[in-house]
């Protein structure tokens, strides 16, 4: 038997990268929020490395500085996916939509659609949104986390009814007889829920994969209850090992209860990277990008360590005294590593270059500590693969590809060739059409 290996998915968000930052690269084209060939480039080069997947999240908001900093997220994710589906041919594609914020006939249409274009490379990371902003922009209220749940769970179950409703083989196309499709077996769903409701049919055939794939992020009992139902993928963020590996028994657990295989459910961690020569080359090239927020951060990183720390310092390490006085804060898991790099002797500005706030674990440096931090995660049953966010796509992705993917594969921990066209080959998902009769039962 082939030993297990992981599945690694890429970030495509804004078309600079995660580095606030980014759309300064001198190698940066700084028109790319809106160059939907630099997404195509982006998606292509990942490609090239044999990735499973991009993925892209999506909520439809700007709260930031838009006066220094583009916006996180696509202009819209599906018809970013669009361009890249008929510029690529193995990825896989997997978008956020809201299913607070949507009607599940829309999301069946458009996802569907995709995934047709695509030919079975859809993925639909089913989310429930949250923040007020986000709710503002539908002239709504934000809903209880309750009734948002409630409603996903009937907006999936309805998309994947729609989905199924133009029957397996219904598709005839046949000129000589004249015959289109089987009408009969394109039928209506007349559902109607608490929240939701559409009388179908989804006038939309298979796809080489039959429907899209289902994804979830969220870390919540109600998320939890809903990807262990529904997802074969979920997008997760965990600060360490131990966290990432309770995390994934977790969901693992959730999707047994509901009847699933855990198998069937694949846990991805973060994991932003900055690969370079070394690791201060990769801590240079934060500084000269990023390096403006720190004065802001260091008060927060002195939060973190329980200590007072001056902006103004920024040049120097921590004395001896405030290593020795230092307490990480339960409340925040980046905590022990930013204590565990400060005690390295870095200056302050170091320590914020070493990404020690960010939304997930930071790589800086070559590409072997990336592959050695992703195959101690791995093999320690923490995660079935990654979904990594380069710091600047442009040149990160290759950098990447280049650098961490033929080490991962040397290693034996990661394929060599794509060997199926679908995402739900890529992620050993089962064939599924319409709703999982294990559910309906
Ligand atoms: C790694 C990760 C990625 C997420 N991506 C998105 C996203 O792209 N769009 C979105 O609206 N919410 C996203 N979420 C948020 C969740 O969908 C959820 O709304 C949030 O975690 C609140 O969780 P709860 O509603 O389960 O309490 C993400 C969450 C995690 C952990």
Known sequence: MAARQMIIGMHLGNGYGNLPGAWRAPSVDPQSYTSFDAKVRHAQAAERGKLQ?????????????????????????????????????????????????????????????????????????????????????????????????????????????????WGKDAWVHDQASGRFANAEQVAPVNMSGKFVASRGPLYIPPSEQGQPVLFHAGGSPNALELAGRFASGVIGAAFTIDDARTQRAAFRASAERAGRNPDEIKFFAGLMTTIANSRREGLDRRITLSGRTFTQRA???????GLRLDPARLDEPLSPEQLAGARPSPGDPRSVQALKIAREGWT?????????????????????HAADHMQEWFEAGAVDGFWVSPDIYEDGVDAFVEGVVPILQARGLFHREYDGATLRHHLGAPTQYGIDPRLAL
């Not at 607070?100 to 030919?119: I, Y």
């Not at 986390?145 to 199924?164: C, I, K, N, P």
């Not at 320590?351 to 590409?367: E, M, N, Q, S």
């Open 299 to 305: 008060s927060y990183l002195g939060q973190m360590l």
């Open 348 to 368: 302050l500005r170091d320590v914020l270059a070493h990404g020690v706030i960010d939304y997930h674990p930071v790589i800086v440096g070559p590409a072997v």
């Open 53 to 165: 997947f991009l993925f892209l999240p999506d909520g439809p908001t700007h709260v930031g500085d838009l006066a220094n900093e583009p916006p996180h997220f696509n202009l819209d994710v599906m018809v970013t996916l669009a361009a890249v589906a008929r510029e690529t041919k193995r990825i896989g594609l997997v978008a956020t939509g809201s299913t607070t914020f949507n009607e599940p006939f829309n999301l069946a249409r458009q996802f569907k659609a995709l995934d047709v274009m695509s030919h079975g490379r859809t993925g639909w990371n089913a989310v429930t949104s949250s923040g007020e902003d986000v709710a503002a922009n539908y002239g709504r209220r934000l809903p209880s986390s309750a009734d948002r749940y409630a409603r996903a769970h009937e907006t999936v179950q309805l998309v994947q009814t729609l989905w199924g409703s």
